[in-house]
């Protein structure tokens, strides 16, 4: 199982994946906003996007959690 | 100057220094910028509340933005910057493109209307010829820019700086102009004066940048020779006098490291973050100028004899990381600035401040004056490292770095220069 959690305080501006999709290590999940920056987050793992945390127009700060790889 | 000042402010800076600094301040509206720093009518609304007789729209949202111009003179209002004309004719990269080129002043090879598709874009690369750069016609802060190679790069450039492009600015059009590879990003400071006579104040080196965007600038420029440099100013004045520009003013240009030869790359129609180190070397007060033409009266200076002496250095101190550059919002705890002779730090946070991730991740310019570089470089150094800043990332660690490298001491450095420093 792979945790993928936020590396800063962000706005979440889109979400790419959805539950229940197989992803591969390297594929983008969602994409942040901070300070006027895109920042894509990465599935750090291959397998089942088993849990989605965040959706489109939330605020994540830094450790929150955005999503489980199984 | 004996002008009382009153600020706006949305929700996630009502703790910031300026809101207290200004004789009054104005809440107008939440974190979000469209609500707020882009709502022209909260804006405007603001000003007649408390009675301004003019807006300063200073370097950010919407101080490029000719509509907002026009609905603060509409407003009867004084407007601190340019004729909403001039900066329509500017706005547009195309337009201001075809527009130079027709005043005289030289352009790079590129596409002379908007790219429509991704057939029309690899035929106008075919002409042009590879590596050429990509960008939003409506674009700025390289947002939506990059250059292609070949046409596979061409073809995924494109079609990003499509959609950046009508994101970001609402607007898709694109254009491409030759890319040129070892390029100074070299920039004009200009004013128009009420007579129409435009006078340019020296130049600004601004090649030191990451994604697009300037993190140090200096003047003079280490690599523009007198003669290349009296070029230069002629071009701007050219550009400024081309559409009848009023006030402060940037025109910017790339310089061929290899040939010398310089093109018109944008105009800024308005104050520029890295103005101070102009002040630096000319004593001149920018923003008093711009305040007294939009007045009508007399500048405090004779153009005649103006003659920039020493070196200027400007380091842009973010909130990110120094490694990666990636942003780092959070709360200061510590905010101890350097001081000493030559040292001019324009701050817009203080400890105890939070920086959230709404913004641009300026904190604060560290501006350095020398008699000479070596003199600047050296109070450059002593600076960063007097400035403390705890609680957040910043990229302090990063300007040491660079101040420390062979390349940037030596001068003779590129638009490239950090992507070498940071493989």
């Given at each position: 199982?792979?945790?993928v959690?936020?590396?800063?305080?962000?706005?979440?501006?889109?979400?790419?994946?959805?539950?229940?999709?197989?992803?591969?290590?390297?594929?983008?999940?969602?994409?942040?906003?901070?300070?006027?920056?895109?920042?894509?987050?990465?599935?750090?793992?291959?397998?089942?996007?088993?849990?989605l945390a965040?959706?489109?127009?939330?605020v994540?700060?830094?450790?929150?959690?955005?999503?489980?790889?199984? | 100057?004996?002008?009382?000042?009153?600020?706006?402010?949305?929700?996630?800076?009502?703790?910031?220094?300026?809101?207290?600094?200004a004789?009054?301040?104005?809440?107008?509206?939440?974190?979000?910028?469209?609500?707020?720093?882009?709502?022209?009518?909260?804006?405007?609304?603001?000003?007649?509340?408390?009675?301004?007789?003019a807006?300063?729209?200073?370097?950010?949202?919407?101080?490029?933005?000719?509509?907002?111009?026009?609905?603060?003179?509409?407003?009867?209002?004084?407007?601190?910057?340019?004729?909403p004309?001039?900066?329509?004719?500017?706005?547009?990269?195309?337009?201001?493109?075809?527009?130079?080129?027709?005043?005289?002043?030289?352009?790079?090879?590129?596409?002379?209307?908007?790219?429509?598709?991704?057939?029309?874009?690899?035929?106008?690369a075919?002409?042009?010829?590879?590596?050429?750069?990509?960008?939003?016609?409506?674009?700025?802060?390289?947002?939506?820019?990059?250059?292609?190679?070949?046409?596979?790069?061409?073809?995924?450039?494109?079609?990003?700086?499509?959609?950046?492009?009508?994101?970001?600015?609402?607007?898709?059009?694109?254009?491409?102009?030759?890319?040129?590879?070892?390029?100074?990003?070299?920039?004009?400071?200009?004013?128009?004066l009420?007579?129409?006579?435009?006078?340019a104040?020296?130049?600004?080196?601004?090649?030191?940048?990451?994604?697009?965007?300037?993190?140090?600038?200096?003047?003079?420029?280490?690599?523009?020779?007198?003669?290349?440099?009296?070029?230069?100013?002629?071009?701007?004045?050219q550009?400024?006098?081309?559409?009848?520009?009023?006030?402060?003013?940037?025109?910017?240009f790339?310089?061929?490291v290899?040939t010398?030869?310089?093109?018109?790359?944008?105009?800024?129609?308005?104050?520029?973050?890295?103005?101070?180190?102009?002040?630096?070397?000319?004593?001149?007060?920018?923003?008093?100028?711009?305040?007294?033409?939009?007045?009508?009266?007399p500048?405090?200076?004779?153009p005649?004899?103006?003659?920039?002496?020493?070196?200027?250095?400007?380091?842009?101190v973010?909130?990110?990381?120094?490694?990666?550059?990636?942003?780092?919002?959070?709360?200061i705890?510590?905010?101890?600035?350097?001081?000493?002779?030559?040292?001019?730090v324009?701050?817009?946070?203080?400890?105890?401040?939070?920086?959230?991730?709404?913004?641009?991740?300026?904190?604060?310019?560290?501006?350095?004056?020398?008699?000479?570089?070596?003199?600047?470089?050296?109070?450059?150094?002593?600076?960063?490292?007097?400035?403390?800043?705890?609680?957040?990332?910043?990229?302090?660690?990063?300007?040491?770095?660079?101040?420390?490298?062979?390349e940037?001491?030596?001068g003779?450095?590129?638009t490239?220069?950090?992507?070498?420093?940071?493989?």
């Amino acid at each position: 199982m792979a945790e993928v959690r936020a590396e800063m305080v962000a706005n979440v501006w889109k979400v790419v994946a959805a539950e229940g999709e197989s992803v591969a290590d390297g594929d983008t999940l969602v994409i942040l906003e901070s300070m006027k920056m895109e920042i894509p987050v990465l599935a750090e793992d291959s397998g089942t996007l088993v849990r989605l945390a965040v959706a489109e127009g939330d605020v994540v700060q830094e450790g929150d959690l955005i999503a489980v790889i199984e | 100057m004996g002008i009382r000042s009153v600020a706006v402010y949305s929700e996630a800076d009502a703790g910031l220094p300026f809101v207290t600094e200004a004789d009054e301040a104005v809440l107008i509206g939440p974190a979000a910028p469209a609500a707020s720093y882009l709502n022209a009518g909260a804006i405007i609304a603001a000003a007649r509340e408390t009675g301004a007789q003019a807006i300063h729209p200073g370097y950010g949202f919407l101080a490029e933005n000719a509509e907002f111009a026009a609905s603060v003179q509409a407003a009867g209002l004084i407007w601190v910057g340019p004729s909403p004309e001039s900066m329509t004719s500017m706005g547009d990269k195309i337009n201001a493109r075809n527009l130079m080129e027709r005043a005289g002043v030289p352009v790079s090879a590129g596409t002379r209307e908007p790219v429509a598709d991704l057939d029309a874009a690899l035929a106008a690369a075919r002409q042009i010829g590879y590596p050429v750069m990509i960008k939003a016609s409506a674009g700025g802060g390289g947002i939506g820019m990059s250059a292609a190679a070949d046409p596979g790069q061409l073809a995924a450039g494109f079609e990003t700086a499509r959609t950046r492009a009508e994101r970001f600015f609402g607007n898709p059009a694109i254009l491409l102009e030759r890319y040129v590879e070892r390029a100074r990003h070299v920039e004009v400071q200009i004013l128009g004066l009420p007579g129409g006579e435009v006078v340019a104040l020296g130049e600004r080196d601004c090649s030191v940048q990451r994604r697009h965007q300037k993190v140090a600038e200096e003047t003079p420029s280490p690599g523009v020779s007198p003669q290349l440099r009296a070029e230069m100013l002629a071009a701007a004045v050219q550009a400024g006098q081309a559409v009848a520009y009023l006030g402060a003013g940037t025109v910017e240009f790339l310089v061929d490291v290899r040939t010398q030869e310089f093109v018109f790359l944008e105009m800024n129609t308005r104050l520029q973050v890295e103005h101070p180190v102009t002040e630096l070397v000319t004593g001149i007060d920018l923003v008093e100028q711009q305040f007294l033409v939009a007045a009508g009266e007399p500048i405090t200076f004779d153009p005649a004899t103006l003659t920039p002496a020493g070196h200027a250095i400007e380091l842009r101190v973010y909130a990110e990381d120094p490694k990666r550059f990636l942003p780092s919002p959070g709360l200061i705890e510590r905010w101890t600035e350097p001081a000493g002779p030559g040292v001019r730090v324009d701050a817009g946070y203080a400890a105890g401040n939070r920086v959230t991730p709404s913004y641009d991740p300026l904190l604060a310019k560290l501006c350095v004056y020398g008699a000479d570089r070596g003199q600047a470089l050296e109070r450059a150094v002593a600076a960063v490292a007097g400035f403390e800043i705890t609680g957040l990332k910043t990229n302090l660690p990063f300007h040491a770095e660079l101040l420390a490298s062979a390349e940037f001491r030596s001068g003779d450095y590129d638009t490239s220069l950090v992507s070498r420093l940071r493989p």
